[in-house]
C-alpha cells in the first residue's frame, strides 16, 4: 500500500512537470529531452554556487585541524536549506493535500498515508541536501586527497542518508504547528506571506553576507568550531564521522537524526484524521454589510485574476520573486550604491563603470524571474467551466491574465527604476532606458507565461504550489526569459561593448522586447484564443 | 429558445454524443435523462459554449453558439453537477464578479442577490470564503449566480444534488418563474419523479443518441417516466 501510495505520488509530480502524460506514462516527444536540459542546467547551476563556497574553506580547515567542522558547516547549511526549501511544501504535503480526506476514506491507516508522504519528501530533501553536500564532498576529496579513505566514504554515506530525517523532524514539527495556528486564522494567507517574506529576508541577509561570514570562519575557526561542538553537538558528531571516518561517531548522528523522526511520524499519524479534518471554522461575520460595486466586465476579470494570485502565498512568494527582488536591489543601490556596482562590474565587466546600464541590465535579469501569468491558466483547473461559461471572449480572457502579471511587475519595475535613478546620476537618455528596458521585459514575460501555459496546461494538481513550483510551464517560462534576457546582455558585455554603445544596445533591446510582446499578443488574440477554447479540465 | 442540430461530439476516438437534435421552446422546462456517460454532460457543456463539437449547430435564440458565443451566453447560465466555484473569493465578491461580467447594474444585483440569498438561507455566508461552504452552499450560490442576470436559458446539470429539500423546492419554482416569463430550462436529472412532475418535455438519451424527445405526457404515456425508462434501456 505504502508502495503504491508512493508511486501515485511521485507520479504526480512528474505528471505536473509534464514528464509523463495523462497514463502516467513516459513522455515520448522531444520535450521530455528540453526538460532534462533545463533540469540538468539548474542542477549543474546550483553544484558550482555550492562548490565555489566550499572551495577556499576545506585546505584551511583540514590544516589547522578542524576537518570535521568542514563538514559541520556544509551539514548546517544542508539543514538550512532542507528547512527553508521545504517548510511549506512538508505543511502542504502533510497537512493541506487536496487529497487527504479522499485517502482517509479508504480503508488506508493514517500512518500508511503519512509514510507515503514523508518517503516523497525524504526523497525531496535528499535532492536538496545533494546540492550541498555532495560539491562539499567533492572539494574534500579533491582538495585533501590523502584525508579520504574507505570509512570517510562510507560514513559519508551514512550521515548523507541520515540528515534528511533530522530536517523533517523540525520541518514537520514547523508545518504541523502551522497549520494549528493558521486554521483558525481568518487572515491565514496574509501570515503565511508575512512569514514566507521573514523567511527569505533571513535567507537573503545571510547569503549577501556569505562573503564575510567565510572570511570570519576562515580567519575564526577554532572559536566557531568549538562553539558549534558545545552548542550544535549534531554537527559536531556529522563532521567528525566524516572526517575521521568514526563509525561510532555516524550511528550516534543517524540515531539523533532518525529517533526524533520516528517520534514525529508516530505523534502526526496518532492524531491524522484530527489535523485533516480541522476544518477551521471560525466566527462568521455576518455582521458586516453586503457590498455591491459594480465594475466592467474586463474590469472584473481582471480583479479576479489578481485575487486569484494574492489569496496565495505560495504564488506570491515564488512567482512574483524576480519583481520584489528588484525593489528590494533598488533600495540596496540607494543605501550601498559602490560596493554593489564594483561586483557588478566583475559580472558584466564589458560595461565597466557604465552604472545606468549594469543597473538596466541587474533589474531585467531579476525581473526574467517574474512569471505570475505563467501558472494562471493551469490554476483554473475546476474553475475552467466558469471562466469558459462567461461572456466573454478567450482573448479578453487570455490577456487579463497577461495584464494581471503586468499590473504587480509594472509598477514594481518603474518604482525600482525611479530609486535607482535618484541613487545614481545619469543622461536622461539613460534614465529613460532604464524605464523602459526592465518594463518591456516585463510585459513580455505576461504575455510569454500565458503562451507557455496554453502550451503546457495542467489541470489535475493536487497542491497548487506544486503547478506554480514545478510545472513545466514554469520552468520553460523561466529559464527561457532569464536566457532570451541573459544571453543578449552577455554577448553585448563580452563581444559587443567595445563597439555599439550601451544607450543603442539597450535601444534595440528594448524595441526587440515590445515586438516580441506584440507577436506573442497577436498569438493570443488569434490562435491562442483558439487553443484556449479547446481546453478540457 | 434552444435548438440543437445534428450535434456529434467525439473525445479521440469515442463518440460521446451522436447526431443529436431537439428543440425547446420559449417557456419549456425539458429534462435530460440518460444513465451515466450517456453524453448528458456533453451536451449541456456543448450547449454552453464550454466544449467544442464536431459537427451540428447549436442555436440560443436563433444565434449560433459558434458564431455568436458571447451574445448566446448572455442570454443563459449554467448550474454544472459539482459546483467549483473561485475559493479564493467570498461568496458576495464572487456574485458581484459573475454580475460585472454580465454588466448588472448595482441596484438590480443588489435586489436579486438580496432576494435569492434570503430564500436559499445564506445571507449570512455571504461575507465568507467560499472554501469554506458546503457542497449544498456552493450549490445554491451557483444557482444565485446564475439567476443574477435574469437569464433567457437555464441549461443545469443535476441541480437538485446537494440542495436540501427547502431549497430543492425554492428551486423548482424558480424554475418554472423563469419559464412563466418566457424563459427555458434544459435540465439533467436521475430523479425521474421530479423530471416526471416538474418538465413539459423530456429527452432521454442512450449511448450519445436521442432516443427518445417529446412532451412529458407523450413520452410517459400512461406509465411512470421510471418505466419508459427502465424499458428503453433494456431492463424490464
Given at each position: 500500500?505504502i508502495?503504491?501510495?508512493v508511486?501515485v505520488?511521485?507520479?504526480?509530480?512528474?505528471?505536473t512537470m509534464n514528464?509523463?502524460?495523462?497514463?502516467?506514462?513516459?513522455?515520448k516527444t522531444?520535450?521530455?529531452?528540453l526538460m532534462?536540459?533545463?533540469?540538468?542546467y539548474?542542477?549543474?547551476m546550483?553544484?558550482v554556487m555550492?562548490t565555489?563556497i566550499?572551495l577556499?574553506l576545506c585546505?584551511?580547515f583540514?590544516?589547522?585541524?578542524?576537518?570535521w567542522?568542514?563538514?559541520?558547516?556544509a551539514?548546517?547549511m544542508s539543514?538550512?536549506?532542507?528547512f527553508?526549501?521545504?517548510?511549506?511544501?512538508?505543511?502542504?504535503?502533510?497537512?493541506e493535500?487536496?487529497d487527504?480526506?479522499?485517502l482517509l476514506?479508504?480503508p488506508?491507516?493514517?500512518s500508511a498515508?503519512?509514510?507515503?508522504?514523508?518517503?516523497f519528501?525524504v526523497?525531496?530533501?535528499?535532492v536538496y541536501?545533494?546540492?550541498?553536500?555532495?560539491?562539499?564532498?567533492a572539494v574534500?576529496?579533491?582538495?585533501?586527497?590523502?584525508?579520504v579513505?574507505?570509512?570517510?566514504?562510507?560514513m559519508?554515506?551514512?550521515?548523507?542518508?541520515a540528515?534528511?530525517?533530522?530536517?523533517?523532524?523540525?520541518s514537520?514539527?514547523?508545518g504541523?504547528i502551522?497549520?494549528?495556528?493558521?486554521s483558525k486564522?481568518r487572515?491565514k494567507n496574509?501570515?503565511?506571506?508575512i512569514?514566507?517574506?521573514?523567511l527569505?529576508g533571513?535567507?537573503?541577509?545571510?547569503y549577501?553576507r556569505i562573503?564575510?561570514?567565510?572570511?570570519?570562519?576562515?580567519n575564526?575557526g577554532s572559536?566557531?568550531?568549538?562553539?558549534?561542538?558545545?552548542?550544535?553537538?549534531p554537527?559536531?558528531?556529522?563532521?567528525?564521522a566524516i572526517s575521521?571516518?568514526?563509525?561510532a561517531d555516524a550511528?550516534?548522528f543517524?540515531v539523533?537524526?532518525?529517533?526524533p523522526?520516528?517520534v514525529?511520524?508516530i505523534?502526526?499519524s496518532?492524531?491524522f484524521a484530527?489535523?485533516?479534518?480541522?476544518s477551521?471554522e471560525?466566527?462568521?461575520?455576518?455582521?458586516?454589510p453586503?457590498?455591491?460595486?459594480k465594475?466592467?466586465p474586463k474590469?472584473a476579470?481582471?480583479?479576479?485574476?489578481l485575487?486569484?494570485f494574492?489569496?496565495?502565498p505560495?504564488?506570491i512568494?515564488?512567482a512574483?520573486?524576480?519583481?520584489?527582488f528588484?525593489?528590494?536591489f533598488a533600495?540596496?543601490?540607494?543605501?550601498?550604491?559602490?560596493?554593489v556596482v564594483?561586483?557588478l562590474?566583475?559580472v558584466?565587466?564589458g560595461?565597466?563603470?557604465?552604472?545606468?546600464?549594469?543597473l538596466?541590465?541587474?533589474l531585467?535579469?531579476?525581473?526574467s524571474?517574474?512569471?505570475?501569468s505563467c501558472?494562471?491558466i493551469s490554476?483554473?483547473?475546476k474553475?475552467?467551466w466558469l471562466?469558459?461559461?462567461?461572456?466573454?471572449?478567450?482573448?479578453?480572457?487570455l490577456?487579463?491574465?497577461?495584464l494581471m502579471?503586468?499590473?504587480i511587475?509594472?509598477p514594481l519595475?518603474f518604482?525600482?527604476?525611479?530609486i535607482c535613478?535618484f541613487a545614481?546620476?545619469?543622461s536622461?537618455?539613460?534614465m529613460?532606458i532604464?524605464?523602459?528596458?526592465?518594463i518591456?521585459v516585463?510585459?513580455f514575460?505576461?504575455f510569454?507565461?500565458?503562451v507557455?501555459?496554453?502550451?503546457f496546461?495542467k489541470?489535475d494538481?493536487?497542491?497548487e504550489?506544486?503547478?506554480?513550483k514545478?510545472s513545466a510551464?514554469?520552468?520553460?517560462?523561466?529559464?527561457?526569459?532569464l536566457?532570451?534576457?541573459?544571453?543578449?546582455s552577455?554577448l553585448?558585455t563580452?563581444?559587443?561593448?567595445d563597439?555599439?554603445?550601451a544607450s543603442v544596445?539597450?535601444s534595440v533591446?528594448?524595441?526587440?522586447?515590445i515586438?516580441?510582446?506584440a507577436?506573442?499578443?497577436r498569438?493570443?488574440?488569434t490562435k491562442g484564443?483558439?487553443?484556449f477554447e479547446?481546453?478540457?479540465s | 429558445?434552444?435548438?440543437?442540430?445534428?450535434?456529434t461530439?467525439y473525445y479521440?476516438?469515442?463518440l460521446a454524443v451522436?447526431?443529436l437534435?431537439?428543440?425547446i421552446?420559449?417557456?419549456k422546462?425539458c429534462?435530460f435523462i440518460?444513465?451515466?456517460?450517456?453524453?448528458k454532460?456533453?451536451t449541456?457543456?456543448s450547449v454552453c459554449g464550454i466544449?467544442q463539437?464536431d459537427?451540428?449547430e447549436?442555436?440560443?435564440g436563433g444565434?449560433?453558439?459558434?458564431d455568436?458565443?458571447?451574445?448566446?451566453?448572455?442570454?443563459?447560465?449554467?448550474?454544472?453537477?459539482?459546483p467549483?466555484?473561485?475559493d479564493?473569493m467570498?461568496?458576495?465578491?464572487y456574485?458581484n464578479?459573475?454580475?460585472?461580467v454580465?454588466?448588472?447594474?448595482t441596484a438590480?444585483r443588489?435586489?436579486?442577490?438580496?432576494?435569492y440569498a434570503?430564500?436559499?438561507?445564506i445571507?449570512?455566508?455571504?461575507n465568507?470564503?467560499?472554501?469554506?461552504y458546503?457542497h449544498?452552499?456552493k450549490q445554491?450560490?451557483?444557482?444565485i449566480s446564475a439567476?443574477?442576470h435574469t437569464?433567457d436559458l437555464l441549461?443545469?446539470?443535476?441541480?437538485?444534488?446537494?440542495?436540501d429539500?427547502?431549497a430543492a423546492?425554492?428551486?423548482k419554482?424558480?424554475?418554472?418563474?423563469?419559464?412563466?416569463r418566457?424563459g427555458?430550462?434544459?435540465?439533467?436529472?436521475?430523479?425521474?419523479d421530479?423530471?416526471q412532475?416538474?418538465c413539459?418535455?423530456i429527452a432521454?438519451?442512450?449511448d450519445?443518441?436521442l432516443?427518445?424527445?417529446g412532451s412529458t405526457e407523450?413520452?410517459?404515456?400512461?406509465?411512470?417516466?421510471?418505466?419508459?425508462f427502465?424499458e428503453?434501456?433494456?431492463?424490464v
Open positions: 500500500m508502495k503504491n501510495l508511486k505520488r511521485i507520479r504526480s509530480v512528474l505528471h514528464f509523463a502524460d495523462k497514463n502516467g506514462n513516459k513522455r522531444p520535450m521530455k529531452g532534462l536540459l533545463l533540469v540538468a539548474v542542477a549543474v546550483l553544484a555550492s565555489l566550499f577556499p585546505r584551511p583540514v590544516d589547522a585541524g578542524y576537518g567542522f568542514y563538514f559541520a558547516f551539514g548546517i539543514f538550512v536549506i532542507c527553508i526549501g521545504s517548510i511549506f511544501s512538508t505543511q502542504a504535503q502533510l497537512f493535500a487536496k487527504n480526506e479522499l476514506s479508504m488506508i491507516s493514517p498515508i503519512l509514510v507515503s508522504r514523508m518517503v519528501l526523497l525531496m530533501n535528499y541536501e545533494a546540492f550541498i553536500m555532495i560539491p562539499a564532498f574534500y576529496c579533491a582538495t585533501t586527497p590523502e584525508s579513505t574507505a570509512g570517510t566514504v562510507i559519508f554515506l551514512i550521515c548523507f542518508a540528515l534528511p530525517m533530522l530536517t523533517l523532524s523540525f514537520g514539527l514547523f504541523w502551522l497549520s494549528l495556528i493558521t486564522m487572515r496574509l501570515f503565511i506571506t512569514s514566507s517574506f521573514v527569505l533571513l535567507y537573503f541577509s545571510v549577501f562573503e564575510g561570514y567565510m572570511e570570519e570562519l576562515i575564526n572559536e566557531f568550531a568549538n562553539a558549534v561542538k558545545n552548542a550544535i553537538f554537527a559536531f558528531y556529522f563532521g567528525r575521521g571516518g568514526a563509525f550511528v550516534l543517524a539523533i537524526c532518525i529517533v523522526f520516528i514525529l511520524c505523534l502526526i496518532v492524531f484530527k489535523i485533516v479534518s480541522n477551521g471560525f466566527k462568521k461575520n455576518t455582521d458586516a453586503l457590498r455591491f460595486k465594475s466592467s474590469t476579470i481582471l480583479k479576479k485574476e485575487a486569484r494574492l489569496s496565495s505560495q504564488y512568494m515564488n512574483a520573486l524576480g519583481a520584489i528588484t525593489v528590494v533600495v540596496i543601490i540607494a543605501i550601498n550604491k559602490n560596493s564594483m561586483a562590474s566583475t558584466f565587466s560595461m565597466g563603470d557604465q552604472v545606468p546600464e549594469l538596466c541590465t541587474t531585467c535579469l531579476f525581473m524571474f517574474c512569471f505570475i501558472p494562471s490554476l483554473e483547473a474553475t475552467l471562466i469558459k461559461g462567461i461572456p466573454l471572449s478567450s482573448r479578453d480572457i490577456i487579463s491574465k497577461a502579471h503586468m499590473v511587475a509594472v519595475s518604482v525600482s527604476s525611479c535613478i545614481v546620476d545619469m536622461p537618455i539613460q529613460a532604464l524605464i523602459l528596458a526592465p518591456s516585463a510585459v514575460e505576461g510569454f507565461g500565458v507557455v501555459n496554453l502550451l496546461p489541470f494538481w493536487t497542491s504550489t506544486v503547478v506554480i514545478q510551464a514554469t520552468v520553460i517560462t523561466m529559464f527561457s526569459t536566457g532570451i534576457v541573459g544571453i543578449p552577455l553585448y563580452e563581444l559587443l561593448s563597439t555599439i554603445s544596445y539597450f533591446f528594448t524595441v526587440v522586447f515586438l516580441l510582446s507577436g506573442l499578443y498569438y493570443l488574440c484564443a483558439a487553443r479547446a481546453l478540457q | 429558445m434552444l435548438e440543437i442540430k445534428n450535434l461530439k479521440g476516438d469515442r451522436d447526431d437534435s431537439l428543440h421552446e420559449p417557456g422546462i429534462g440518460g444513465r451515466n456517460g450517456a453524453g454532460t456533453t449541456l457543456k466544449l463539437f459537427e451540428g447549436i442555436l440560443i444565434k449560433s453558439i459558434k455568436d458565443p458571447i451574445g448566446c451566453k448572455k442570454r443563459m447560465a449554467y448550474i454544472p453537477d459539482n467549483d466555484l473561485y479564493f467570498t461568496g458576495i465578491k456574485l464578479f459573475i454580475a460585472d454580465y454588466s448588472v447594474s438590480e443588489a435586489t436579486k442577490i438580496e432576494r434570503k430564500e436559499f438561507e445571507s449570512d455566508d455571504l465568507q470564503l467560499i472554501s469554506t458546503s449544498g452552499m445554491k450560490l451557483a444557482i439567476l443574477i437569464p441549461i443545469m446539470d443535476e441541480p437538485f444534488v446537494g440542495l429539500p427547502l423546492h425554492r428551486t419554482e424558480i424554475m418554472r418563474e423563469i419559464c412563466d418566457g427555458a430550462i434544459f435540465f439533467s436529472t436521475h430523479v425521474l421530479v423530471a412532475k416538474l413539459d418535455e432521454i438519451i442512450k450519445g443518441r432516443v427518445v424527445f407523450e413520452v410517459s404515456g400512461n406509465k411512470s417516466l421510471e418505466g419508459v427502465l428503453l434501456e433494456g431492463e
